[in-house]
């Protein structure tokens, strides 16, 4: 072979990696492309999957938020006179039914960040 024919040689060879070094850029941006995608979806299955738990926790306190006021406003239709005392305990109920809900929120909150 003639140093002419080797230089034709490496130069095509030298043609053929970089076609294949394009190649395998093109695959590893593809793959990083489909990686963030599946951590994508892993994040709105866990999103999803704490709301549901946050549902959970959350709906009984809100059905129970809910039925002491049915009862509160039952008891003052019933007896105005107590209507004072009704309202200070659906007060404190719904305070602390609210500060359970919150912190069934808050507690959801984290848990979807882990």
């Not at 060879?13 to 492309?33: C, F, S």
């Not at 704490?50 to 306190?61: N, Q, V």
């Not at 239709?77 to 039914?97: F, K």
């Amino acid at each position: 072979m003639t140093d002419t024919q080797d230089i034709e040689r490496l130069e095509r060879r030298i043609h053929e990696l970089e076609t294949e070094q394009e190649g395998l850029r093109k695959q590893v941006a593809q793959a990083q492309i489909d990686q963030w995608e599946g951590r994508i979806d892993d994040l709105e299955v866990q999103v999803h999957l704490g709301t549901l738990e946050a549902s959970d926790r959350i709906d009984p306190l809100v059905e129970a938020l809910r039925n002491r006021w049915l009862d509160a406003r039952e008891q003052v239709s019933r007896a105005p006179s107590t209507t004072g005392d009704v309202l200070d305990a659906l007060r404190s109920g719904l305070e602390q039914a609210m500060r359970d809900i919150r912190t069934a929120i808050l507690d959801a909150k984290d848990a979807a960040v882990r």
